[in-house]
């Protein structure tokens, strides 16, 4: 999400990187409100497919 900056300038920069965090935060909060807490682990996409085949 994160990766370059939008903009040249360290105040720009500063400004975007806030600005995604709190989203990023806010969308955290809505999922752990609704009682659907985000998974925080990263699976490759063969993991994933084992995991929804053996469940």
Known sequence: MG???R???LAKTHL???TSATALNL???NAWWNG???D???HSH???L??????
């Open 16 to 18: 975007d990187h806030t």
């Open 7 to 9: 903009y040249r300038g």
């Open 36 to 38: 659907h807490p985000l």
């Open 40 to 42: 925080r682990t990263n």
């Open 27 to 29: 969308i955290r909060l």
């Open 50 to 55: 084992q995991l929804h085949l053996v469940a």
């Open 46 to 48: 063969l993991a994933r």
């Open 3 to 5: 990766r370059r900056a």
